[in-house]
Structures are given as C-alpha cells and as structure tokens.
C-alpha cells in the first residue's frame, strides 16, 4: 500500500518505465553506462529512439557517439549526478524535464457520477487531439507514429482506461500487478476548469491502493502546473530524467 517514499518505491517507478519503453521498442541494446532503444519502425518517436544514461560519470561523447540513425534521436539521462553536466553540453537540444512523482496519500475517491470505464475509440479520439494540440509543429507523419506509439503502450500493460462523463477527458491505469502508473491525463481545451483531471485521477490512485500495489507513481513536467495537482491529491517527487532531444538541421 502507497505511505511515505521509499527507495523500492523509485526503484520500482523507473524499472516500470524502462520495461514500459523497452516492450514498445524495436529492439534494445545494453551499453556499460545504460542501453539503445531503437525503433525504425517508429523513426519519429523520440523516446523509442534514445540512449538512456543510467551510470551516474557517462561522458557525453560516450552517450552521443550510440545514438540511432533517425530523424530525432534522444539522450535519457536518469544518473541525476549527470543532469547539469549533459544540459550545458547539449545546448542545441530540446530538453523535457520528466518527474516521477509517487503516491504517499490516497486520495479521496470522487463521486461515482464523476468517472466512467472508456473505450479505445474514446480514448484514441482524446489521444489525437492531445498529440495534435502539443505536437502539430512536428506534422501529421509524427502525430501517426505517437499514436502507434501509444497503441504498443496499451498492449503491453493491459491498459484500463476512464473518462470523464462526456469522454472530454481521460485518465490510463497500467499495473504489473505490485507496480501502477497514471499515464496520458488530459482534458481537452474547452472542458478544462470542471475538476476532470482532479476526478480522473483522484479515481485511479484510489483504485490502484484499493488493489494492494505497492507503489502507485506517475510522471509530470517539472514545474508545470499538473505537478502542483498531483500533490494536492497525495503525489510526492521521486526521480527526475531529463530527455535531451536532438534538433535536425534546417536543411534535413
């Protein structure tokens, strides 16, 4: 049951994350400081194509020099030690600073009323338009790529879907069975402000502890304004990993 963070409990969260991207991946190769996952099936999708740094002392060069022949290749540096070294290198980069956050509290559940079971055609309706909203800079190529990205996710952890209502927002629920992750939170942009993200996952938090998981995580844009939601509802920080992304050049 979720109480104060433990290092099982972060040491669980990342494991779930690293099985998570390697179950969707093409294929993964173990390197000294960390592994490749590399996915030419899905060339666009940035965290299926990355050299993810667990080795706290992993030289730049090291992790620039195994990165995979695609498009948008990308450096997952979870060795915290290395944050600050890697960004004043990679400064030509995008950076997504990724914060596990655990759950020590449960929260109340909301009314029954508030949260219903989806189906994946209401929850593929809301994942387009999140990835279309947040990624349409990138073209339609990559925004199909992200949602063959997201149908391996929901193969792999048998996926319980809920939604609000009216199918205006979503929350996903995948477990191991010791281990649960809140994933893909989002509302869409005319149905915010009603407590749908609050309700949705006030409901899966309170679902997963009710199960007996021993951890119960999901992850955040450092400081960006749903952090400050998951810690009203019980959420702690665990773990940051900055994912540095990099930039093609104008001309590929």
Partial sequence: MPGPLTTADVERALAFQAVT??????????????RVVATPSLPLVYSLNAVEV??????????????PDVPRPGILVVAEEDHDRFRSALNDCDVDDELTMVL???PDAPPADRVREGTRDEIAAL?????????????????????????????????RA?????????????SDGVTANIEDVYTSPDARGNGHARALVSHTAALAASE?????????????TPQQLYERLGFVPAARALRFTRIPDAED
Wanted: aromatic content about 8%; hydrophobic content about 40%.
């Fill in 21 to 34: 991207r390697a179950a969707c991946s093409d294929t993964v190769h173990q390197l000294p400081f960390g």
């Fill in 212 to 224: 007996g998981h021993e951890t119960v995580f999901l992850v955040a844009d450092a400081g960006d």
């Fill in 104 to 106: 020590d509290r449960v």
């Fill in 162 to 174: 809920f939604v609000s209502p009216g199918a205006e927002s979503m929350a996903l629920l995948w």
């Fill in 54 to 67: 667990l080795v706290d002392g992993t030289r730049v060069e090291e992790a620039e020099a195994e990165l």
């Fill in 127 to 159: 994942q387009r338009q999140w990835l279309t909203e947040d990624f349409a800079s990138q073209g339609p190529e990559a925004i199909d790529q992200l949602m063959g990205y997201m149908e391996r996710q929901w193969v792999a952890h048998g996926t």
